[in-house]
């Protein structure tokens, strides 16, 4: 079995401040996980994947995340935030190599940018 | 180029009609997945086709739901006489495939929104 957790449901920060969500998972085996964004009206986007490399994953826009696993954790973060950060984000995890590689979903943090 | 695509991006229906949802998945992917998207369920995972294997239907809510795969390509998920519960969010991904050590990364279509009045 496996599960995630946003601490979150939503996040306000300054623009040019950092940017924290955090995200906890629970898997019985070695887990993929995955950071997606959606903004309004749009479709889900990858912004970083972890697959047992480098514990520390840079993604898109800025965005990095790192994996401890002693913590159990995969938070998400960036030094500097956007305006255009302004979105719903969803931490994932999937099981490594087996046959089915279906996602399961955190119940999405809500990242609000103050101009 | 694409990325995947969905069809019709807006479905609105009456209680108790049939829908039919279409995902064209990524030019070569042999891996696709159903997921919904609705207010107190999150995203939830419904059913997945990787090339001529059996689906794992096991996220499938109820009987009234069903999804094909044609040719290995082009997939449509059909909800039989829809319920107001049914309303969300119904969203398509493609993958490469299984490779033996590796994960794939899952590309997303910009849904479906279905709304049962």
């Known amino acids: 079995a496996q599960s995630v957790t946003q601490l979150d449901s939503h996040v306000s920060v300054s623009e040019g401040t950092p940017v924290l969500l955090r995200c906890n998972y629970s898997?019985?085996?070695?887990?993929?996980l995955f950071w997606y964004v959606q903004h309004p009206n749009k479709g889900l986007q990858l912004l970083l994947k972890?697959?047992?490399?480098?514990?520390l994953v840079k993604g898109i826009n800025g965005f990095e995340a790192e994996f401890k696993k002693s913590e159990t954790s995969f938070h998400l973060t960036k030094p500097s935030a956007h305006m255009s950060d302004a979105a719903e984000y969803f931490c994932?995890?999937?099981?490594?190599?087996?046959?089915?590689?279906?996602?399961?979903f955190g119940t999405g943090t809500r990242l609000t940018i103050i101009p | 180029g694409a990325g995947v695509s969905q069809s019709p991006s807006n479905k609105v229906t009456e209680k108790g009609k049939d829908v039919e949802l279409r995902c064209d998945p990524i030019?070569?992917?042999?891996?696709l997945y159903w997921y919904r998207q609705s207010l107190g369920q999150g995203l939830e995972f419904l059913i997945y086709?990787?090339?001529?294997?059996?689906?794992?239907k096991s996220g499938l809510p109820s009987d009234r739901f069903s999804a094909e795969r044609t040719g290995g390509s082009v997939s449509t998920l059909t909800i039989q006489r829809t319920q107001q519960e049914d309303s969300a969010v119904y969203l398509c991904?493609?993958?490469?495939?299984?490779?033996?050590?590796?994960?794939?990364?899952?590309?997303f279509g910009p849904g479906t929104r279905l709304t049962v009045l």
């Open positions: 991904a493609s993958s490469g495939g299984l490779k033996r050590g590796s994960t794939d990364t899952q590309y």
């Open positions: 898997s019985s085996y070695s887990p993929s």
């Open positions: 972890y697959t047992s490399a480098a514990t």
């Open positions: 994932v995890v999937s099981r490594i190599n087996f046959g089915n590689e279906k996602l399961t």
């Open positions: 030019s070569g992917h042999t891996a």
């Open positions: 086709f990787q090339g001529n294997s059996a689906p794992d």
